[in-house]
């Protein structure tokens, strides 16, 4: 078993994009709108903001309480939108119930959206095109495969149909470029015969929300895990695998924490750096 560690090609990426920043002729802003007082949402922030402050990057955080209308936040986007200082606009999910999360991501301006959710950036992403933004955790993850365990005709089952994770990365790793080429199927918690799906499995992502949820009987001997999931039991960070019982088994896997967690940021920052330099 050999671990991805996803903390130190993070941090690897960030150096890199120091000194882009260093580099870039007026300083890079990155707006953070926080509705709520979450603690996940509020840790998330905390870590993004960090990463801000390592590579030189000025981000503000916004803060609104949970009954905020959904009016104001819209307001506020637009002003975002308008601001030239602005590079890149994140809005923390999950949002309030009364809000239509849909509606609020494509307020956001595509090329400010460095979550890559809004649906033009998705679109670019189906197609291919290098013009949008990814979405950071599936790009994350595509980039540790490729350090670690090129995926080229490989067959990589994801285990989770989110519109943040598993779609996404199925979008990415099917392309026909460096990176992909993949042959990808995507199950989720109601595919009939699961475990037969992900015994098939040379790469298995785990994204479904579910801790411990893949089992060793789950993985075949020798298979990528990839575990996407950050999951709290007893005040213990566990992820969508049961780490302790597939990890003798699997040939590359990632720690929960320290695995994609890392790389999501990284590729926020990303992102964030490359549409100030495609906005000038």
Known sequence: MNLIDGKRIALEILDSLALRVERFPR????????????PASLAYVRMKKKAC????????????????SQETLLREIDALNRDPHIDGILVQLPLPSHMDTLAVT?????????????PVNLGKLLLGEESGFPPCTPKGIQLLLEKTAPVEGKHVVIVGRSNIVGKPLAALLVQKKKGANATVTLAHSQSNHLAEITRSADVLVAAIGQPRFIQKEMVRPGAVVIDVGINRIDERLVGDVDFDAVAPIASWITPV???????TIAMLMQNTVEGAYRRG
């Open 53 to 68: 402050a390592q590579i030189g990057i000025h981000s503000i955080v916004q803060e609104f309480a949970a009954d905020t």
């Open 106 to 118: 494509r307020s956001i301006l595509p090329e400010k959206d460095v979550d890559g959710f809004h």
């Open 27 to 38: 300083k890079i802003g990155l707006a953070f709108l926080l509705v709520g007082n979450n």
């Open 257 to 263: 924490p320290g695995g994609v967690g890392p790389m």
